[in-house]
């Protein structure tokens, strides 16, 4: 008797919903939209870098162990996993999707923890890795063979302009590294302080002064050093935003079961 009237005064059936239950769905699904948005933005770039028929794509994010292209469609598919289950849970208000929902909520959750310790100790490994692969790309700078579409050229540029610096670990890098620059050992004009046309190429780059003479590894580690607390309160608010699907999941699962009692409990 005593659960029966318990029920009565905290469920009488989905006609009866208060504003907080319609709230809490009406969250998920539309946090759900955004994860099916972009879930299917990585997989479309994923898919568009590893059928590239330029192939410069793969030459630029392949790796032995961490294959961008395939790591993109992979993420990309599961998030467009994740999105439908947790939309189609709340939409259509199905309990075992609402339970496979939180389970995949809770095992994200579990790999951004390892994920985030293994990147702490392998930060050296990360480090040298990305040293290396830039050094690679810059030798490919101005190779029309390897950068058919110039995007290798534009995204440096892009970086040396953004960060004031040059090269990886200096404006040596592209008479060491590219053999476009090794004779002349001048620099692209992306390494000027302010970039004009041949600005680089004007002297030698131990002798121009209009160039950066800092590397671009230092300029971003300094800049996310700078950044730490931006990037803490981003991390944080991923945190919060997790934490709130994951218990407004969790109400709308309890509300439901509360629900299906209460119609049995009728009957």
Same mark, same amino acid.
């Given at each position: 008797?005593?659960?029966?009237?318990?029920?009565?005064?905290?469920?009488?059936?989905?006609?009866?919903?208060?504003?907080?239950? +319609?709230?809490?769905?009406?969250?998920?699904?539309?946090?759900?939209?955004?994860?099916?948005?972009?879930?299917?933005?990585?997989?479309?770039?994923?898919?568009?870098?590893?059928?590239?028929?330029?192939?410069?794509? +793969?030459?630029?994010?392949?790796?032995?162990?961490?294959?961008?292209?395939?790591?993109?469609?992979?993420?990309?598919? @599961?998030?467009?996993?994740?999105?439908?289950?947790?939309?189609?849970?709340?939409?259509?208000?199905?309990?075992?999707?609402? +339970?496979?929902?939180?389970?995949?909520?809770?095992?994200?959750?579990?790999?951004?923890?390892?994920?985030?310790?293994?990147?702490?100790?392998?930060?050296?490994?990360?480090?040298?890795?990305?040293?290396?692969?830039?050094?690679?790309?810059?030798?490919?700078?101005?190779?029309?063979?390897?950068?058919?579409?110039?995007?290798?050229?534009?995204?440096?540029?892009?970086?040396?302009?953004?960060?004031?610096?040059?090269?990886?670990?200096?404006?040596?890098?592209?008479?060491?590294?590219?053999?476009?620059?090794?004779?002349?050992?001048?620099? %692209?004009?992306?390494?000027?302080?302010?970039?004009?046309?041949?600005?680089?190429? +004007?002297?030698?780059?131990?002798?121009? %002064?209009?160039?950066?003479?800092?590397?671009?590894?230092?300029?971003?580690?300094?800049?996310?050093?700078?950044?730490? @607390?931006?990037?803490?309160?981003?991390?944080?608010?991923?945190?919060?935003?997790?934490?709130?699907?994951?218990?407004?999941?969790?109400?709308? @699962?309890?509300? @439901?079961?509360?629900?299906?009692?209460?119609?049995?409990?009728?009957?």
């Amino acid at each position: 008797q005593h659960y029966l009237i318990t029920n009565n005064l905290s469920n009488m059936g989905s006609e009866d919903r208060g504003c907080c239950d +319609k709230c809490a769905k009406c969250f998920i699904m539309v946090i759900n939209i955004v994860i099916i948005i972009i879930g299917g933005a990585i997989l479309g770039a994923g898919i568009y870098w590893q059928t590239s028929p330029t192939g410069f794509y +793969k030459e630029i994010f392949n790796h032995d162990i961490f294959n961008v292209p395939i790591v993109s469609i992979v993420v990309g598919s @599961l998030l467009l996993l994740v999105g439908l289950t947790g939309f189609m849970g709340a939409c259509c208000e199905v309990i075992f999707l609402l +339970k496979v929902y939180m389970g995949f909520l809770i095992v994200i959750m579990l790999i951004e923890i390892i994920l985030a310790v293994g990147c702490v100790a392998m930060k050296s490994t990360v480090e040298t890795y990305a040293t290396n692969r830039t050094e690679e790309l810059i030798g490919y700078y101005g190779d029309a063979t390897k950068d058919e579409e110039k995007i290798i050229e534009k995204t440096i540029d892009a970086i040396q302009e953004n960060f004031d610096c040059c090269g990886v670990t200096g404006p040596e890098d592209w008479p060491n590294k590219n053999s476009i620059y090794k004779t002349s050992e001048t620099v %692209p004009d992306s390494c000027c302080k302010e970039v004009v046309k041949d600005c680089g190429k +004007k002297a030698k780059y131990a002798e121009n %002064p209009d160039i950066n003479t800092t590397g671009c590894k230092v300029a971003v580690v300094n800049f996310v050093e700078a950044n730490l @607390l931006y990037i803490g309160i981003i991390a944080g608010v991923i945190v919060i935003l997790q934490m709130s699907i994951l218990i407004m999941t969790s109400y709308i @699962l309890t509300m @439901l079961r509360d629900e299906v009692d209460y119609e049995t409990q009728k009957d």
